[in-house]
Nanobody, 119 residues
Framework: VQLQAFGGGLVQAGGSLRLSCAAS????????MNWFRQAPGKEREFVAA????????YYADSVKGRFTISRGDARNTRYLQMNNLRPEDTAVYYC?????????????WGQGTQVTVSS
């Protein structure tokens, strides 16, 4: 499975962005997709999870109510809608795919996309 994440950018605080993660290859229906993020000088942080074949979702407390992970029209693409962004959301965002719930274990990783939120 190969993952490609895109959709990052620069936005003002309070704004919105939508990240996409496209999976190629043969993702298993029993697997999970995660979004993680890593800010400079900080450890990687779990953000959200969605079961590949269902609508089950899970969020870190820091983004609950602001971020939404979802399936879309494209069969092998999942999205992270980020609303009411804060400067502390600034990070490189990575999608990951594999076994486990809510956090995947030994996942395939996408290449990361930069999200910068200005105050």
């Amino acid at each position: 499975v190969q993952l490609q994440a895109f959709g990052g950018g620069l936005v003002q605080a309070g704004g919105s962005l939508r990240l996409s993660c496209a999976a190629s290859g043969r993702p298993f229906s029993s697997h999970t997709m995660n979004w993680f993020r890593q800010a400079p000088g900080k450890e990687r942080e779990f953000v959200a999870a969605i079961r590949w074949s269902s609508s089950s979702t899970y969020y870190a407390d820091s983004v609950k109510g602001r971020f939404t992970i979802s399936r879309g029209d494209a069969r092998n693409t999942r999205y992270l809608q980020m609303n009411n962004l804060r400067p502390e959301d600034t990070a490189v965002y990575y999608c990951a795919f594999g076994n486990g719930w809510p956090q995947v274990r030994n996942p395939y990783w996408g290449q990361g996309t930069q999200v910068t939120v200005s105050s």
